[in-house]
């Protein structure tokens, strides 16, 4: 990964840019400003924003699962068109997991729709990177959970995680990995 990257917990000060790089990054689903300054507020220490020069390129916004403190949850994942393709969205996952504050982390979930095929591809890589089989259950249904309006959202857990492998600084090579339910495929 290159220099010109810097990766940090966020701020308040990112909120704005926050909202404005969601934005920017279908299909994910915005929220109000309000949303991503808390967001920058609240989870700051298990978010992680990445900047290149001045420019916001890259955010997630992730928090433990209240009743499940060895999870972390991440909510949304962006990258700026112009910085994708280089292994910055995996980075930035390994960036949270290598932080003091979450090192007793050992599962990851996060929700995915069927379609959405990076969301897929980066989180099969990020299984195959921590030696972790992947599942997959429908969590919040289009039918009943979002009245037809938005398409089923996938709960993933990723986990036990290697912990080990955050002293591993180079990606590990993988495979695609296609949605497939209730089984592990890391
Ligand atoms: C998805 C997104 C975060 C990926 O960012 P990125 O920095 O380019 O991702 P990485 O370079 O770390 O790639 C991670 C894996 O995803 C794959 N990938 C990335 N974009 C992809 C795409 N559009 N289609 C299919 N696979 C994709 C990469 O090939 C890589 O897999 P590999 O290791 O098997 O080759 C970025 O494209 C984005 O912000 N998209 C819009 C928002 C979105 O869909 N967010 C949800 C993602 S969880």
Redesign the pocket.
Known sequence: MSQEFNFYPPSVDDGWAVSQLISA????DTNSAYCNLLQCHHFASTSVAVRRQDELVGFISAYRVPDKPETLFIW????AES?????????MIEQILQREACESIRFIE?T?TQA????W?????IARRYGAPLASDDLFTKEKHFSGQHDTELLVTIGPLERSADTTSEDAP???VTPQRKEARA
């Open positions: 990054c279908p299909p994910l949304q994942v962006a990258v910085a994708r393709g280089q292994g910055l969205a995996s980075k996060t995915i959405n095929e990076a969301s591809a980066l989180f099969g890589r993988v495979s695609a």
